[in-house]
């Protein structure tokens, strides 16, 4: 392990002067390829000099513990030592994880999109009251949302929305949240105080650059077309809206929340970019994703990962079997510490697979 993480450190210094370099800073792409690089390894540069700092502590108690006579200085390196040693095992643990391969594609931004399931007007409801929660931990993590498309409810939220989340490991923070999210609930619409339970499907996409993922432009058709608004009115009289065809795929992704055209097509393509990456991710994956399920993966789309019980103001995720009894608080945007359960828990899983 000592020796991976002074490969690693090595690089970082590596790296590190590379940035300097005439040439590199020249050339965009390798100039923001070595930059990711060196952000993922800082960690560990850090974690490396406090584990080298904590041993050549405990050399030198071992040292004055073998040659020193004086039984007070002895003492008081013995208890150094045990100290240094829980220290030793903790940055180890962290090491671990820190070692633990990652998804490279954590740090990109993410494409979120909602849709409404089995429940009717219920379901849409429920779509806005998920996009609501989301907006609100972006709004609280510096995280920010582009609303791309929608096609609103007939008696409110979204029967359908998709939108971008922008900031600092969106992808990685948000992924988990991918799957059937179920709420339990009395609907206004009931008249006889009968729960109901209806669901929405959440499904979030890294966002991959324009060197991940080439798109031909004679594989696309595009069709645009006027914004439609609350209710389904025309809020602009021009065709400033897009839709976009993939051909080889069949794959249809559309923007209207520009008031340009230009715009709304930049948006359209990067959900479409989204897309067809994560296909190709998929079919990559495949076999290895059949090997490993853990309990938080994200690659069924159709499980049931979380309900919202409105009657015992209980969330419940049922993957990792934690249940927080504050609903409301957890609806305003407090998910951070489900997340963050969750990737403990692939964390963990992680760590139990062989090197």
Request: aromatic letters at 6%.
């Amino acid at each position: 392990m000592l020796d991976k993480l002074t490969g690693l450190y090595e690089r970082f210094h590596e790296i590190e002067s590379q940035l300097s370099d005439a040439q590199i800073i020249s050339n965009i792409s390798a100039f923001a390829r070595l930059n990711k690089e060196y952000k993922d390894l800082k960690p560990i540069a850090n974690v490396y000099l406090r584990y080298e700092k904590v041993l050549n502590g405990l050399d030198e108690c071992k040292m004055i513990l073998s040659r020193e006579k004086d039984i007070e200085l002895k003492q008081v390196a013995k208890s150094e030592m045990e100290e240094l040693t829980v220290k030793r095992s903790a940055l180890e643990e962290e090491i671990k994880v820190l070692l633990t391969p990652k998804d490279p594609d954590d740090s990109k931004n993410a494409v979120v999109e909602i849709r409404a399931g089995t429940g009717g007007n219920e379901a849409s409801i429920f779509a806005g009251d998920l996009y609501r929660m989301y907006s609100r931990f972006c709004e609280r993590n510096k995280l920010k949302i582009e609303p791309v498309d929608f096609n609103q409810g007939t008696v409110g939220g979204y029967k359908e929305i998709v939108f971008n989340v922008i900031g600092e490991s969106a992808y990685g923070t948000l992924k988990f949240e991918s799957g059937v999210h179920r709420v339990q609930r009395v609907p206004v619409t009931e008249q006889q105080g009968r729960i109901h339970t209806s669901a929405a499907t959440v499904v979030v996409l890294p966002q991959p650059d324009e060197l991940d993922i080439t798109i031909k432009e004679n594989d696309i058709r595009k069709d645009t077309f006027c914004s439609s608004g609350h209710g389904g009115q025309s809020v602009n009289t021009t065709y400033s809206a897009v839709r976009l065809t993939h051909i080889p795929s069949g794959i249809v992704v559309q923007c209207q929340d520009e008031r340009s055209q230009i715009k709304n097509y930049q948006k359209a393509l990067a959900v479409l970019r989204a897309r067809l990456y994560q296909a190709e991710h998929d079919r990559r994956t495949e076999i290895v994703s059949q090997k490993r399920k853990t309990m938080v993966s994200t690659g069924d789309r159709s499980a049931k990962i979380r309900t919202y019980n409105y009657p015992q103001s209980r969330v419940t995720d049922h993957r990792i079997q934690m249940t927080i009894f504050n609903l409301p608080v957890f609806l305003d945007g407090d998910i951070r510490g489900m997340i963050e359960a969750l990737q403990v828990a692939e964390n963990t899983e992680r760590l139990k697979e062989p090197v």
